[in-house]
């Protein structure tokens, strides 16, 4: 018997430590590895599952090329040699430039940003910029910290009251529980704040079901009560913060009563809510990245980044305002892992990939080779999506799985999974540690590495520079983290097996210096930085629909089983379903501007009125949910603005 450990690759919060129990070749038991003091031994069912995918029958095996339609499978060396002309026929006649590279999140390990340096010596590609997840918090925390750092989750033991403010750690963050449950026990307030009552609502003290998007007014409501009653922290607002005077003189000027209007709450909720975060410090924020999928996503977070401010909750135990967690990128030299060019390339904003490439560049991208995600599925207004997807003439994708996407493509490569490879791990959403995660399982038969298939197409197109640059993968590991290995003294051999943790970050800009150009806080300016809140109500569609992430899915990839025609269910009130006089169980039509799709009526009384909600990552074959939502780029960061969602539904009949 031995013991392996290794990591969970996907893009959660949590980044679990696993540890797996081998009997000679054989897994015998897989656990989230017990001495990790955030994993604790358990893991969460996509935790457990990736056996299943690894060894799933329905796995790609085989390279595959459709011809006339059909899929067929082919050796490793005719797609190499097809992938390779193909890729310098484009370079040769159009520039690398027409070929979009597009990957996202599907696998957090270092090792697969091959990728990009390898698009980066082709001579540079074009790439999205922005994001579908956490573009608008962090581009607002950026502007008030300097940085987004979390606090450590064991610190949230030290705060009296603790806002869950548009999270669903219960479902999405599940490590994150035992510590507000422990925070409960204790005597803390636990408080979310969601449109929703979600199952982390329902273990909570304090539950505020806000109206989407209106976590702003909300935090300026709250902001003018503090101020009214002097509750702020002046020596934290004068000492260590820009721009607390037209702030404050903006919030001065608003009309407390128009706020709360908007919030959906009573001025007995807000002040209940403002005693419990301004009198009972410490008192730390959890933000989510539900509540900035919004036009108006970056202002509302900056709105409540200069609430812990006010009430000088910052850099201290206790307290925070936390998002994410870019430390780590101090210590790999993103230079190597990147390739990067000494130009600038093409960018386009993510969430607009389908405009870019239908109206703003029409014919001009020759190719795209998709790496680590599933655009087709999970960009918004799928109709478009694919319209733009299908008029490239040249589409490879790497993935283990016939996703919609790979369906879409015209070459598809299988490659490794994270049990099949060695790799260096760590979450830049939540906590602080790494792991070098270790080989359990030989790879798959006739499956490949990223870095093998990306060597392997350098090699077919002669690419010297990028052979040399990136000859093995021990070597691309190394001189990655050659700032973490200086800066800790270890090699990557001393790494294996280890859960190390980045120090100094349990309470970040504890010394009060932030990383912003003033070295201080810098609160929103009414009158340099947008305040402008757009409106996008449409009378067509009255109904607001939120598509939140699931709980046994990490977006599509465990819908994969999932029998073609199972519906998903649209969750509402039984009254907002009254309305329309429709029975719970019923199925219905649930459209929006973009398209429409069939679902199954639920009634759940925990959501709010005139509010629908749904779960995202459903494959297309049902009804895949992106159909629905639009296409739009928040205030600031890029970010897609999925829960922007106007919706109406009817019953079925005629449909
Ligand atoms: N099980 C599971 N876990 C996951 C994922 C998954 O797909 N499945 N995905 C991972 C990834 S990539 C991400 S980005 C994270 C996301 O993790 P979360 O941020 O927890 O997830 P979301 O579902 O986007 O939204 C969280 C909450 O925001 C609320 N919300 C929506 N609109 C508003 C609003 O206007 N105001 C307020 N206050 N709340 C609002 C929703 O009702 C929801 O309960 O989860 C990660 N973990
Ligand atoms: N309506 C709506 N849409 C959303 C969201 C929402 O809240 N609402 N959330 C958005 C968010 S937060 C995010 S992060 C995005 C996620 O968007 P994506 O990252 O595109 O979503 P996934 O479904 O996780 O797809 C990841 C793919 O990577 C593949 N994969 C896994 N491991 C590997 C690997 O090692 N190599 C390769 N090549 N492929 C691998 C998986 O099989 C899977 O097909 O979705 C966004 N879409
Ligand atoms: S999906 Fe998240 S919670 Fe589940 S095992 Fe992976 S990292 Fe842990
Ligand atoms: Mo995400």
Wanted: net charge neutral.
């Amino acid at each position: 018997m031995k013991k392996i450990k290794t990591a969970c690759s996907l893009d959660c919060w949590d980044v679990c430590a696993i540890e797996i129990t081998m009997d000679g070749d054989e897994v015998i038991k897989i656990q989230g590895d017990p001495n990790h003091p955030i994993t604790k031994g358990f893991l969460c069912q996509k935790g457990i599952n990736h056996i299943e995918r690894v060894m799933s029958p329905n796995r790609i095996t085989s390279p595959m090329k459709k011809i006339n339609d059909n899929w067929i499978s082919i050796s490793w060396e005719q797609a190499i040699e097809e992938i390779a002309s193909k890729l310098k026929d484009i370079k040769d006649n159009y520039g690398s430039n027409s070929l979009i590279h597009y990957r996202d999140s599907g696998h957090s390990g270092l090792l697969k940003n091959i990728d990009t340096a390898f698009f980066n010596s082709y001579g540079g590609v074009t790439s999205p910029k922005g994001s579908l997840c956490w573009g608008a918090g962090i581009a607002a925390q950026t502007l008030d910290f300097g940085r987004a750092l979390s606090h450590d989750p064991a610190d949230h033991l030290n705060s009296k009251t603790i806002i869950v403010w548009g999270r669903n750690p219960v479902y999405t963050n599940m490590h994150l529980v035992p510590f507000l449950k422990k925070a409960k026990d204790n005597g803390a307030n636990i408080v979310v704040i969601d449109p929703i009552k979600t199952a982390t609502a329902q273990m909570a003290t304090h539950h505020y079901p806000i109206r989407p998007e209106a976590d702003g007014f909300l935090a300026l409501a709250m902001a003018k009560l503090i101020l009214e009653e002097n509750l702020y922290d002046t020596t934290f607002v004068a000492s260590y913060s820009n721009g607390f005077h037209s702030y404050f003189e903006y919030v001065k000027g608003l009309n407390l009563n128009d706020l709360i209007d908007k919030t959906g709450l009573s001025l007995e909720n807000i002040k209940e809510l403002t005693d419990l975060y301004a009198k009972n410090k410490p008192s730390s924020i959890i933000l989510g990245y539900g509540l900035q999928r919004y036009y108006n996503g970056g202002k509302n977070i900056r709105l409540i980044d200069a609430l812990g401010a006010l009430t000088g909750n910052i850099g201290v135990e206790g307290g925070g305002v936390t998002y994410a967690n870019r430390y780590i990128s101090r210590w790999i030299d993103n230079n190597y892992v990147d390739n990067k060019l000494p130009y600038e390339l093409p960018r386009f904003k993510r969430s607009l990939f389908s405009q870019y490439i239908l109206e703003d560049n029409p014919g001009n991208i020759k190719g795209i080779f998709v790496t680590m995600s599933n655009p087709v599925l999970q960009l918004p207004n799928t109709t478009k999506t694919i319209e733009a997807f299908k008029s490239i003439p040249f589409k490879v994708v790497i993935d283990h799985f016939l996703t919609d996407t790979a369906q879409l493509a015209d070459y598809i490569l299988p490659c490794t999974h994270i049990y099949e490879e060695e790799d260096f791990i760590s979450s830049s959403m939540w906590h602080s540690y790494f792991y070098y995660t270790e080989r359990v399982l030989p790879p798959r038969k006739n499956v490949k590495s990223e870095f093998e298939i990306f060597n392997l197409l350098a090699k077919k197109m002669n690419m010297i520079g990028f052979l040399e640059k990136y000859p093995d993968e021990k070597t691309y590991l190394e001189r990655s983290l050659a700032p973490l290995l200086k800066d800790t003294g270890l090699s990557l051999e001393d790494m294996k097996g280890k859960r190390l943790k980045l120090d100094g970050n349990n309470i970040p800009w504890k010394n009060k210096i932030f990383a912003t150009p003033s070295k201080k806080f810098q609160f929103i300016n009414p009158i340099e930085d947008d305040l402008e809140f757009i409106s996008y109500k449409n009378d067509n569609y009255p109904l607001h629909l939120l598509t939140l992430h699931p709980k046994h899915s990490l977006h599509s990839q465990h819908f994969i089983d999932e029998h073609s025609g199972t519906l998903p269910k649209v969750y509402a009130s039984s009254q907002t379903f009254k309305e329309y006089n429709i029975d719970d169980g019923e199925e219905i039509i649930l459209s929006s501007q973009n398209g429409s799709i069939i679902c199954v009526a639920s009634i759940n009384e925990g959501v709010s009125q005139n509010v629908l909600m749904i779960y995202e990552g459903w494959w297309l074959k049902n009804q895949g949910v992106n159909n629905l939502t639009p296409m739009g780029i928040s205030d600031i960061g890029n970010q897609a603005v999925f829960n922007n969602c106007m919706c109406k539904i009817e019953k079925k009949k005629g449909f």
